[in-house]
Antibody, heavy 119, light 107 residues
Framework: QITLKESGPTLVKPTQTLTLTCTFSGFSLSTSGVGVGWIRQPPGKALEWLAL???????RYSPSLKSRLTITKDTSKNQVVLIMTNMDPVDTATYYC???????????WGQGTLVTVSS | DIQMTQSPSSLSASVGDRVTITCRAS??????LAWYQQKPGKVPKLLIYAASTLQSGVPSRFSGSGSGTDFTLTISSLQPEDVATYYC?????????FGGGTKVEIK
């Protein structure tokens, strides 16, 4: 059974850097074709794909946020980390991580973590 | 980059009605399309992948069709438990863009 769980701060100040960790079980990020992605959802708004990392350390980013995002993995710890710089109140959202087997859909998803950006 | 446009953005229908949601890609994506259901306050759940393949456990009243640029999600007989927002997503290559969502309510 694949499970994922996001962790990180619930509140960050404008201009600060957000670091989120996705801890997963039931699969290995050293298996060919496997990836973990990040998706966010502002309150009452649509889903937005952010970033993706594959078993071979290939990384993909949303073009609109690429300059602010960094995604990394620690295969030994079964973790994926997303770093987003220069946070703004518009970045307030629930952030999800999800499992992906390329070229495929996201399934399953973590429970999500709400991050609020406010001074 | 390919854009994904869903319509309508919301709809209200009666129990038992047939409901159709449309997703249009700005360029062809073959059948690399997934549909997700997100009930209020819940995590998105995969409904359909490869445009028309029902995920295990999903009721058969849900169906998907289409290829290339035009796709549809159909609920053959709307049930109260289908109240949710539905999203399409392209997954052939990054960026893995989602549609804007369609909120389905009961009339």
């Amino acid at each position: 059974q694949i499970t994922l769980k996001e962790s990180g701060p619930t509140l960050v100040k404008p201009t600060q850097t957000l670091t989120l960790t996705c801890t997963f079980s039931g699969f290995s990020l050293s298996t060919s074709g496997v990836g973990v992605g990040w998706i966010r959802q502002p309150p009452g708004k649509a889903l937005e794909w952010l970033a993706l990392i594959y078993w071979n350390d290939d990384k993909r980013y949303s073009p609109s946020l690429k300059s602010r995002l960094t995604i990394t993995k620690d295969t030994s710890k079964n973790q994926v980390v997303l770093i987003m710089t220069n946070m703004d109140p518009v970045d307030t959202a629930t952030y999800y991580c999800a499992h992906r087997r390329a070229p495929a859909w996201f399934d399953p998803w973590g429970q999500g973590t709400l991050v609020t950006v406010s001074s | 980059d390919i854009q994904m446009t869903q319509s309508p953005s919301s709809l209200s229908a009666s129990v038992g009605d047939r409901v159709t949601i449309t997703c249009r890609a700005s360029q062809g994506i073959s059948d690399f399309l997934a549909w997700y259901q997100q009930k209020p306050g819940k995590v998105p759940k995969l409904l359909i992948y490869a445009a028309s393949t029902l995920q295990s456990g999903v009721p058969s009243r849900f169906s998907g069709s289409g290829s290339g640029t035009d796709f549809t999600l159909t609920i053959s007989s709307l049930q109260p438990e289908d109240v949710a927002t539905y999203y399409c997503q392209k997954y052939n290559s990054a960026p893995l863009t989602f549609g804007g969502g369609t909120k389905v309510e009961i009339k």
